[in-house]
């Protein structure tokens, strides 16, 4: 398993999945990461998100194959 992190902007309250899974490098565009999320493919918190922009706050976690990242 692979452990990440993903540090908002100070300014930021949350980032949105499929933006969060780009930018942590598990999708190369904005498109594959939708297609895996409306697919059931991506976890957040435990529980499978079919909401690409489900917004992601601090403490979040979310899991895509054998990957988990925490938005701090």
Known sequence: ???L???LDPREEYIKLDS???LVG???TGGQAKIA???GKVEVNGEVCTMRGKK???GDQVRFENTVFEVS
Do not use: G
């Open 20 to 22: 969060a899974l780009k």
């Open 26 to 28: 598990l999708f190369s």
């Open 1 to 3: 398993m692979k452990y």
């Open 37 to 39: 999320v409306q697919n």
């Open 56 to 58: 992601l706050r601090r």
């Open 5 to 7: 992190i993903l540090e």
